[in-house]
């Protein structure tokens, strides 16, 4: 039988496991009580510091993360991790490949690491990745760090979520191109050369600083470029310090632009979702949408068209 929300929150804040683990299955699967639980956990959310960890598959973000919970263990934090993995195509279930490389922290008691399915969301993250990390932070988990899947060129979705993203690029890949492709440039607070014991890292560093003395930003900011070694824990105490420090060195217009960009993305994907739902609702019965979708298909209407008739059938209020 599931807690009232107030009861589970409660448990939340007293730093329950188990009541974590429920809360999260509860948005995931948008249960009975989640959105009463979120809620009720909102108030008592804004603590946690949010890391996004974003790269191309390959980058050894995983083994990354994997580091930088160690320091941040070592340093006395009590550490979430969000680990975003590809969807099956059929189930819809994560393939939960890095939480298979986190194993070592699997009998810490200040470590939670959740995998969450993509589950055919673009930008890199979870649909309920904001909820998980409300979660988190209520249940003292600080840092939160969000690794997301790996997709390459559309995971800008992380800067909303996160009050710091590390972009993870590795020599010999071709990072350069793709940082230029994916706008990379503009999502990133600080880059992390990874597996920088390889032939080209200097060069790349060199391409990526030219780079970015082309492109525009925020006046007076430059993302701090570091190296690591993931696999021999080379850099990542310095890559956690340097989070740390753009963190607290970051201006407060800065920081609200960041909070005000998060509460919009958040507000939106809301609304979209509760307005599609009702509008599925009210509209649909039966075979209907079955029955647009054929005419849409034979091409006997247009998408636009078929779109503009059901809008047309609905009064928001």
Do not use: W
């Not at 006395?76 to 194993?103: E, F, K, N, T, W």
């Not at 949408?289 to 503009?308: C, F, H, M, Q």
């Amino acid at each position: 039988m599931l807690k009232q929300p107030t009861a589970l929150v409660e448990a939340l804040r007293s730093g329950s496991v188990r009541a974590l683990a429920r809360g999260i299955s509860m948005v995931e699967e948008n249960a009975p009580g989640a959105v009463e639980l979120l809620k009720e956990a909102f108030p008592h959310t804004g603590k946690a510091t949010v890391i996004g960890v974003t790269g191309s598959p390959g980058a050894g973000k995983s083994s990354l993360v994997d580091r930088m919970v160690g320091s941040f263990r070592r340093a006395g934090h009590r550490v979430g991790v969000i680990a975003v993995d590809p969807s099956s195509a059929y189930s819809g279930g994560a393939i939960l490949g890095d939480r298979i490389r986190m194993q070592e922290h699997a009998l810490d008691d200040g470590v939670f690491i959740r995998s969450m399915a993509t589950r055919g969301c673009l930008g890199g993250l979870s649909r309920a990745s904001a909820d998980a990390i409300d979660l988190m932070d209520t249940a003292g988990y600080d840092p939160v760090i969000v690794e997301t899947v790996g997709v390459g060129q559309d995971e800008i979705e992380v800067v909303r979520a996160a009050d710091a993203v590390c972009v993870v690029l590795v020599p010999g890949m071709g990072d350069d191109i793709q940082a230029i492709k994916a706008g990379i440039l503009e999502i990133a607070d600080l880059f992390v050369i990874n597996k920088a014991d390889k032939p080209g890292a200097d060069r790349l560093i060199t391409d990526l600083e030219y780079m970015l003395s082309l492109a525009s930003g925020p006046q007076n900011f430059r993302p701090e470029i570091l190296k690591t070694v993931a696999v021999r824990n080379e850099g990542v105490e310095e890559l956690c310090r340097g989070i740390q420090e753009f963190i607290r060195s970051a201006d407060d217009s800065r920081k609200d632009r960041r909070r005000k960009e998060r509460a919009e993305a958040r507000f939106r994907t809301i609304l979209s979702e509760r307005l599609s739902a009702r509008v599925m609702e009210k509209v649909f019965q039966g075979q209907d949408l079955e029955r647009l979708l054929d005419r849409i298909a034979d091409r006997s209407t247009d998408p636009y068209t078929a779109v503009g008739q059901v809008l047309a059938r609905v009064e928001v209020r």
